[in-house]
């Protein structure tokens, strides 16, 4: 029989070497998660320093811009690069800002409508050249988007609409209601059968279950491809550079480049106007990033 | 009067795929009808063509007399609890319970009078505001149960609404659903695979094997006397042991031979009344241990010890016969401690109850003779 005095000695030893052991582990773990900060902190710097040299410029004086010298502290920093930006010839840059926001928004709403109800179908009919039609929304995103310009500049010019905001949101809608289609099936296909099956039952019409089950369910997946339809058109350089050519129609991406002139290009200028682009875009991001949520259909069924 | 009615009812999936064929069913106002069958035997599309999820390839649905075959099923009164709950995520419990109503343009008052009694009916009061995500297993089948019940339809249907649950809360949601049955009173069937399920809930079980009807009856009708092998072995727990061999007429001693055994028909024991070759099924309790002087006989069948299946109230003895396994239930004390001390490969001797046996065609139907 093991006296107490044995008991205690042991446990001791046992005790020990379980706070030794301990101390290691910990040890180890502090050590994998500070190579994992260097990681990733090496990784936000390459992802971060151009948006930084580029905030950085857009605040210098137009003298300073190609100045060698690395200390951001020593520069003259104003805001006088986005005044004048927003001024310059009466406000146009306000007017691309309009034009912007209004193709990028119409855009994002006209793509998100026609997508759901295509992705709904998609997802939960069975219908001759289902198939087909999804390969082949597969296959437009693999062309390149330059080859797409002519003939979309070749049917946007038929219908009339060259030079017009509601030209360049139908290109655009065309460019980005593939992959729209595609994201938002994957999000329908995650809404069990038997939530549609029960919205029936309790008396829904298919509209019904679309709107009133379906749409609310992937509401985060309206999200992202609201997000994405967004970006697409408000970034949008090449289609837009090929349609207009009237400076009061411009967006700003092609609004961007009047700073570059033949001889000479305005860095300080270009660097304001690029982080006030950045900056609705940002807004939108916020706005939405609620809705980017995942498991919205937690709950519905057992699994 | 007949609540349901199904006439000739077949459904084949993709013009070659025979998942139902010639279903006649009558079933009247108030009953609970389980429909039981393996996988696959075409119970669950059954359901769904009684709900207007599928649409029937022939035949047709009467509900209160009128025709549904082909309307859908909002048209139809029913309402059903799905098996995985199908509750909708983005709402609250009281929303859900209450979707169907809204939908019909029911008075808000009446809605929230009969959301009311079910919640209480279904002790699910304190979760009416709760989001699906935040119950348990039983509390959203629970959820999913009284939906159906606010709408008061004229059919429930229930798809193996327990088979998510855990084994405690299936048997305490089994006495409920019954409960909730004889309270309500309202026509229902109920799918399920578990014969135990359905012995336990039902007023008529219907079994369904390879797309068609093999039996209807009540519980007690279906175990005592199934009409095929295949009711036979599927409904009962331990399965029917079975036999196939020849049954001998010698004069006046009738003795049916499987392999290396013979077992002799002594008096009182059913037997068909011509001799030939037939399966004969024993159900675990008609073949128990014999007591020590008079177990050793011709009306018992000799087999080897394989295992022992302690249950508590009974044991159940496996053992083998000629290649085949045979299982016996023992639940006398003094048998019971007697086979605990057996070990495996002992030969043991199992009298039969020769009133209860089951004779079978030996074909492969095996129909009831």
Redesign the interface.
């Known amino acids: 029989m093991c006296s107490p005095i044995y008991i205690h000695a042991w446990s001791k030893v046992a005790c020990e070497c379980g706070v030794k052991e301990r101390f290691l582990l910990e040890q180890k773990k502090k050590s994998v998660l500070l190579f994992n900060y260097i990681i990733l902190l090496v990784f936000s710097f390459i992802a971060l320093f151009p948006l930084a040299w580029i905030l950085i410029t857009a605040l210098k004086k137009k003298e300073d811009v190609f100045s060698s010298s690395l200390n951001i502290l020593s520069g003259n920093y104003s805001f006088e690069n986005f005044v004048y930006v927003l001024t310059q010839n009466d406000g146009i840059f306000l007017i691309w800002l309009k034009n912007s926001f209004i193709i990028a928004i119409l855009t994002a709403l006209i793509c998100v409508s026609l997508a759901s109800g295509a992705a709904f179908a998609f997802s939960r009919f069975r219908f001759p050249g289902r198939k087909q039609g999804l390969y082949l929304f597969m296959l437009v995103q693999m062309f390149p988007g330059v080859i797409l310009i002519i003939p979309l500049y070749y049917i946007i010019r038929s219908l009339g609409l060259l030079n017009s905001i509601s030209g360049l949101i139908l290109a655009y809608c065309a460019s980005a209601l593939p992959f729209s289609v595609i994201m938002l099936k994957g999000f329908f296909d995650t809404v ?1 059968k ?2 549609e ?8 019409s298919q509209w ?1 279950v679309f709107t009133r ?1 379906m749409m ?2 992937a509401l985060p997946g309206i999200a992202v491809t609201l997000f994405f339809a967004f970006i697409t058109a408000w970034n949008e350089f090449m289609i837009a550079m090929t349609f207009m050519n009237e400076e009061s129609q411009f967006t700003l991406p092609i609004g961007i480049q009047t700073f570059i002139h033949e001889y000479n290009t305005q860095w300080h200028l270009m660097s304001a106007a690029g982080i006030l682009i950045t900056l609705p875009a940002l807004v939108v991001f916020i706005k939405l990033q609620p809705l980017i949520i995942s ?9 | 009067m007949s609540n349901l009615s199904l006439k000739n009812l077949s459904k084949v999936f993709d013009a070659k795929t025979v998942v139902l064929r010639g279903i006649n069913l009558e079933i009247t106002q108030g009953e609970f009808v389980v429909l039981v069958g393996p996988s696959g035997c075409g119970k669950s599309t059954l359901l769904r063509l009684i ?3 599928e649409q029937p390839t022939e035949g047709e649905i009467f509900i209160d007399g009128v025709s549904v075959a082909h309307k ?3 048209e139809r009164d ?3 609890v ?9 709402m609250t419990v009281a929303e859900n319970m209450t ?2 109503l809204k ?2 343009k029911v008075p808000k008052a009446v809605i929230a009078e009969k959301l009311k009694t079910a919640s209480k009916i279904l002790g699910i009061e304190s979760l009416l505001d709760r ?5 348990s ?1 039983g509390q ?1 089948q629970r959820v999913a149960i009284g ?1 159906a019940i606010v709408r008061e339809p004229k059919l429930f249907l229930f798809d193996e609404p327990l088979s ?1 649950l855990d084994a405690k809360l299936r048997a305490d949601m089994r006495i409920d659903l019954s409960a909730l049955h004889q309270r309500v009173g309202q026509t229902s069937i109920y799918v399920t695979h578990d014969q135990q399920e359905a012995m336990t809930l039902a007023d008529r079980i219907v079994v369904l094997d390879k797309g068609e009807i093999q039996q209807v009856g009540t519980p007690i009708e279906v175990y005592n006397k199934p009409a095929n092998v295949g009711v036979a072995t599927f409904i009962g727990s331990p399965t029917m042991n079975l036999f196939t061999g020849e049954l001998l007429f010698e004069g006046n001693k009738k003795t049916f031979r499987f392999g290396d055994n013979a077992l002799e028909m002594g008096d009182g024991f059913d037997t068909p009344l011509k001799p030939g070759s037939y399966k004969l099924g024993i159900r675990a309790e008609d073949l128990t241990l014999g007591i020590p002087e008079n177990e050793k006989n011709e009306t018992s069948i000799r087999a080897k010890l394989l295992v022992k299946e302690v249950h508590g109230h009974e044991i159940q003895v496996v053992a083998e016969v000629g290649g085949a396994r045979i299982i016996s239930r023992v639940s006398e004390r003094d048998l019971m401690s007697r086979i605990t001390g057996m070990h495996k490969g002992s030969e043991i001797y199992l009298p039969v109850h020769g009133g209860n046996l089951h004779w079978f065609e030996n074909t492969q139907h095996g129909a009831r003779i």
């Not at chain 1, 498991?295 to 699994?303: E, V, Y």
């Not at chain 2, 098996?83 to 909708?88: E, N, P, T, V």
């Not at chain 2, 989001?131 to 119950?135: A, D, F, V, W």
Request: glycine share 12%; net charge positive; aromatic share 8%.
């Open positions: 069990p038997s939530l099956e029960a919205a029936v039952i309790d008396g829904l019904g089950i609310p369910l498991g919205l259909t937690k709950g519905a069924t057992k699994s | 709900a207007g999820l859908p099923p909002v029913i309402a059903m799905f098996q995985d709950y199908a509750l909708y995520p983005h979707f169907g939908i019909r989001k699906p995500s935040q119950l297993g959203r939906r998510n």
